[in-house]
């Protein structure tokens, strides 16, 4: 299959790496002194694990032109900044999918209003990676935490589903088809938003979100009352076994996550946070529409989404 990757970040940039050592036909869209990065150095990539280090050498470009043809545009870009490529990917009529690939509380519409129903796919990382010394240090995420997830809109298992699922496993990336990316997504949300908030109240440290039961706690019911939130919307829990949120006791949750936040990739996995604050202040506010739409209280929510203000920013 032939990929562009719109955007050259940390996580559009292990994708297209991985993709390109997989023998696929990759080129990646990068601008400005990224550009000039890989062009000359390649990606360098740092197994966040056990530390092996690969370059790769591959096509960079820096614009998508409408007569450009590929089978699939990997839109790797944070939430916010998804509206500005719009008009370029709707002027490229050559390239049938397209993937927006990241963070979405407010569902495909823009998309599909703009590029039209039958090209937009949707998709989330199962890879978390941070800038090291010159290279980008990842950890793939196991299958039965977070796998590379991917789907089309009505949930079907199509063809051109299933054969870019192939290529992002034969990449080294464990992938699951899903039925409902759009409820996927806004279960993503309504988990990592308070995560993240919870992680910015304790100054950015795992350690010490991982010894405040306080902040745990919060962090905790915040996400259940995105759940309420989800279902009182129609919005089902997504993939099925994070509902146990919902019902294992209080302790043992604040247990298990505890442990997850202490784990060694755990600083991997949220450096994203530190460099993300634009987007989820974006995301909040598309689920704060989506709390509007419901007679749900969400005090937990609101104490931590306080920590996005540009008040907690500032004096940070």
């Given at each position: 299959m032939r990929f562009l990757v719109y955007g050259a970040g940390n996580i559009g940039s292990l994708y297209?790496?991985?993709?390109?050592?997989?023998?696929?036909?990759?080129?990646?869209?990068?601008?400005?002194?990224?550009?000039?990065?890989?062009?000359?150095?390649?990606?360098?990539?740092?197994?966040?694990?056990?530390?092996?280090?690969?370059?790769?050498?591959?096509?960079?470009?820096?614009?998508?032109?409408?007569?450009?043809?590929?089978?699939?545009?990997?839109?790797?870009?944070?939430?916010?900044?998804?509206?500005?490529?719009?008009?370029?990917?709707?002027?490229?009529?050559?390239?049938?999918?397209?993937?927006?690939?990241?963070?979405?509380?407010a569902g495909p519409g823009a998309m599909t209003d703009a590029i039209g129903r039958d090209r937009v796919l949707l998709g989330?990382?199962?890879?978390?990676?941070?800038?090291?010394?010159?290279?980008?240090?990842?950890?793939?995420?196991?299958?039965?935490?977070?796998?590379?997830?991917?789907?089309?809109?009505?949930?079907?298992?199509?063809?051109?589903?299933?054969?870019?699922?192939?290529?992002?496993?034969?990449?080294?990336?464990?992938?699951?088809?899903?039925?409902?990316?759009?409820?996927?997504?806004?279960?993503?949300?309504a988990e990592i938003l308070p995560t993240v908030c919870a992680l910015y109240q304790a100054g950015g440290e795992p350690e010490q979100l991982a010894s405040s039961d306080e902040l745990l706690r919060l962090m905790l019911r915040a996400m259940r009352e995105g759940y309420q939130v989800l279902r009182a919307n129609g919005v089902p829990i997504m993939p099925g076994n994070h509902r146990v949120f919902e019902w294992l006791p209080e302790s043992l949750l604040l247990f298990l996550m505890r442990r997850m936040v202490k784990a060694e990739t755990t600083a991997i996995k949220l450096g994203h946070a530190e460099q993300g604050r634009a987007e989820w202040q974006c995301l909040a506010e598309e689920f704060r529409s989506l709390i509007e739409r419901v007679d749900v209280p969400t005090p937990s929510i609101d104490a931590a989404y306080r920590q996005l203000s540009p008040a907690s920013a500032a004096a940070e």
């Open positions: 297209a790496a991985r993709l390109a050592q997989s023998s696929q036909e990759v080129a990646i869209l990068a601008r400005g002194t990224r550009l000039e990065q890989i062009c000359q150095q390649g990606i360098e990539l740092e197994d966040g694990v056990s530390g092996k280090r690969t370059t790769t050498s591959l096509q960079v470009v820096d614009r998508l032109d409408p007569d450009d043809a590929y089978d699939v545009v990997l839109v790797i870009l944070p939430k916010h900044r998804i509206a500005e490529v719009l008009p370029v990917l709707a002027a490229n009529d050559r390239t049938p999918s397209v993937m927006f690939f990241g963070n979405n509380a989330f990382p199962g890879a978390a990676a941070v800038p090291r010394g010159g290279a980008i240090r990842y950890v793939i995420t196991s299958p039965r935490e977070q796998p590379t997830t991917v789907g089309e809109l009505d949930g079907s298992k199509s063809a051109r589903i299933v054969a870019i699922a192939s290529a992002l496993q034969a990449a080294g990336f464990p992938v699951l088809v899903c039925t409902n990316m759009d409820a996927w997504l806004k279960t993503h949300v």
